[in-house]
């Protein structure tokens, strides 16, 4: 195989891009000055060999423990389980949470060979059991159908521990419109409706 | 309920068709094999979005070709329905109105047909998969929110199987909770289903000329009670272990059987041809009844080629009672004029040819 083709291959490997974008980009790297496509290969070396998983939360991050595992104004009593590491950055947009995280690497799917054992719950009921003073885990896991089943079965893994789980809520988008919101989701909204008190 | 627009490219072997169509339907003629059944299913699938004989989407891509669209205007232009698929990226793209819809579930049934084929005895002939399949369709059109549930019960269940082969029996548990909740919900619409119009289908059957008396009955494992949740969730866990040594769930809603029975005896095995597709007819004129119920309105009526294998006396029979209940729009497909009832022929014919129509 030419190492066009050999590059076009590893390119197409990737999320959301098939066979023929993968040539393009290519193509287009080609035309690049070449600093700039060393500065691409050097980002990618660097990348793999420098990220690894947290030990203590499994974020991918360039320190051990992760800049928010070590970040001591963080409430480490407070532990939001999320199935990637990416979902992170979702959440800190938000600039509101302060606690800390676990990444458990993906959701149960027996359909693709992923069970509780290919998940990080082992060391989330590991951190919860060591008396590192976790009050509370909040459930963050996707409103999937395969989310869910993972947020119940971290529940029944979590039971016994002394530790108060919460899942997060699920409903409308802020500023959305109820108009043009889905049938499932109006019907979650409705079944998690809050008491306005009165 | 009307179409009064439909535009076909590529679907099956229908290159491109632009039709206008009358309130009062057409009379469909051609000989077998050039298109009219072809029609009929493009014109169905605005109502369900899959094949109304089941076949896959990239089979209904003509040959040769990368993609089929369909697209049709409902009741004088009040609203449009478009369905389009891609093969290369199994792509499908449904939009009402010309907004793209992100649940399919959301676009069916905004378009409402019935349709009768000779092949609708094969449901009450043939496995159970076919009547469960009328009741999921029917109730998917008439019930919201029936179509998302009966998804979500669906992949708890590959999802739970998948387990159960891996032979993990608390991965497999993991999922009984999603799987109970929608299957519950499920098995609820269809048993309230069934036992309110199973007075209906035996009168229609007696209506139709045939005098043993005719039922349906849900067949499960066990008739839901107040909490159906719990009792399925019940029903999984005493089942566990056999699932787990066949490999998959073996009690549930996706077991159950729609039984069809004259004077008690199954009409599956021991109804004559002529008595089964009596049945057929009576299933397809409740599903219309439900369908004129749920939306107020009768839904279109679809027949491809029906007529012809019924004698004079049940014709006749069959003709009543489509004028009661489905006097809106009637799609009439049929070889020759000759096999189309005299009443029904005072609509506008089009010749099918080749996949090409002409007025």
């Known amino acids: 195989m030419s190492v066009i083709a050999e590059l076009a291959t590893e390119l197409a490997k990737l ?37 690894r998983a947290c030990s203590t939360c499994g974020n991918l991050t360039e320190q051990d423990p992760c800049e928010f595992c070590a970040d001591q104004r963080r409430d480490a009593g407070l532990v939001c389980v999320v199935e990637e590491a990416s979902d992170i950055d979702a959440i800190e947009r938000s600039g509101e949470y302060r606690g ?25 009921l590991h951190r919860v ?28 893994a979590l039971d016994g521990h002394g530790v108060k789980v919460t899942r997060i809520a699920l409903g409308l988008p802020v500023g959305g419109d109820l108009e043009y919101a889905d049938g499932v989701t109006i019907a979650r909204a409705l079944s998690a409706r809050r008491d306005m008190g009165g | 309920m009307e179409l009064s627009g439909l535009t076909i490219r590529n679907f099956r072997n229908l290159a491109s068709l632009d039709l206008e169509l009358p309130s009062a339907g057409v009379v469909v003629l051609g000989d077998n094999g050039q298109g009219k059944t072809n029609l009929l299913e493009a014109m169905y699938y605005l109502v369900l979005f899959r094949s109304l004989r089941g076949a896959k989407d990239r089979e209904l891509v003509r040959f040769g070709e990368e993609a089929f669209f369909v697209g049709g205007r409902a009741n004088g232009g009040a609203f449009e329905v478009r369905a389009g698929y891609e093969s290369a990226g199994r792509r499908k793209k449904i939009s009402l109105d010309g907004n793209p819809v992100t649940r399919i579930s959301d676009a069916v049934g905004k378009i409402l047909a019935v349709s009768f084929a000779p092949s609708d005895r094969g449901i009450v002939a043939g496995p159970a998969t076919g009547r469960r399949r009328y009741l999921d369709v029917l109730l998917s059109l008439a019930e919201p929110g029936y179509l998302a549930r009966l998804t979500e019960m669906r992949s708890a ?41 199973s007075p209906r289908f035996g009168a229609l059957t007696a209506a139709l ?17 107040a909490d159906a949740r719990s009792q399925f969730l019940d029903l999984l866990a005493s089942h566990e272990s056999r699932d787990l040594r066949r490999g ?40 219309a009844e439900t369908l004129r119920d749920s939306a107020g309105s009768p ?35 049929a070889p020759r004029e000759s096999e ?8 506008p014919r089009w010749r099918v040819k080749g996949g090409r129509v002409a007025a």
């Not at chain 2, 043993?212 to 499960?220: C, D, N």
């Open chain 2, 340 to 347: 189309v009832p005299a009443s029904m022929l005072d609509r």
């Open chain 1, 100 to 124: 800390v995280y676990h990444v458990l690497g993906g959701h149960l799917s027996p359909l693709d060979g992923i069970g509780p054992d290919d998940l990080r719950i082992g060391s989330l």
């Open chain 2, 248 to 287: 998959m769930t073996t009690a549930g809603p996706h077991r159950d059987d729609l039984e069809l029975s004259l004077e008690g005896r199954e009409l599956r095995m021991y109804g004559s041809a002529g008595q089964q597709r009596t049945a057929a007819i009576a299933l397809r004129l409740v599903e």
């Open chain 1, 15 to 51: 999320p959301g891009i098939g066979r023929k974008t993968a040539t393009r980009l290519v193509y287009h790297l080609l035309k690049q000055p070449a600093a700039s496509v060393e500065r691409l290969a050097l980002a990618l070396q660097a990348v793999t060999r420098s990220v």
């Open chain 2, 209 to 225: 000329g045939e005098r043993a008396e005719a039922r349906m009955r849900y067949r499960t494992h066990r008739p839901p009670t």
């Open chain 2, 157 to 197: 269940l590959k999802q739970r199987n998948a387990a159960l082969r891996r032979g993990r029996g608390d991965e497999a548990r993991a999922f009984d909770e999603p799987l109970a909740s929608a299957g519950a919900r499920v098995l609820e619409a269809r048993t309230r289903w069934v036992e309110r119009w």
């Open chain 2, 299 to 333: 839904p279109i009526a679809l027949y491809d080629d029906v007529f012809a294998e019924l004698d004079e006396d049940r014709q006749a029979r069959l003709l009543n009672l489509i004028h009661e209940t489905l006097p809106g729009q009637a799609i009439v497909a």
């Open chain 1, 129 to 156: 059991g060591n008396g590192a003073g976790i009050r509370e885990v909040i459930v963050a896991t996707n409103p999937s159908m395969e989310g869910e089943v993972t947020a119940t079965y971290v529940r029944g």
